[in-house]
């Protein structure tokens, strides 16, 4: 299927101008981080659209029936992913890498979904886990259309919050985050 039809027909942009984002510093989106939203897809779309929100956002949302929200245009820095410190915590290879100086908010996206952790561990339904591993191959190809760059799916672009910051999210998609058990990329 092509994926700009596909998108055109399941992503519908949410964002608005109370929705927190910045700039990439001339970064280019490296990594693709999965995030569990601790609650419904309507608090998610209306805390990421708040003028009350100063702190967060992420550039899709995907909901449990398996409907995508865009918040955050992928060229722009969603705020998902940042930490003012311990990422010398971080048990992602590439974000280690990287070192405290560069945001990873700069080099990721950020997809949250619906669901919180205690019921779930991060298991997703059917529909849900459907629709974002196409959001994923969509974000692939935007990112090497658009910097060509190509995002390889792996265990190391493919990572679960917790895996940048296991102290404060550390149940940020799951215990064992979806990548890692190759669910999105096989
Ligand atoms: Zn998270």
Redesign the pocket.
Known sequence: MDLQEWAKENIEFVGNSNTNKSSRQGRIPEII?D??SEGTMSSMISWFTSQDNKVSSAHFGVSKAGKIYQFVAIEDCAW??GLTSGIENATAELVLKKGKSENPNWYSVSI?HEGVWAETKGVLTPEQLKATKMLHKYIIEYVKDKYGHKIEPSRETIIG?SEIDKTQ?PN??GTVPVSGDNRLFN
């Open positions: 981080v995030h569990i998902a992913n949250e919050h999210r940020c998609w």
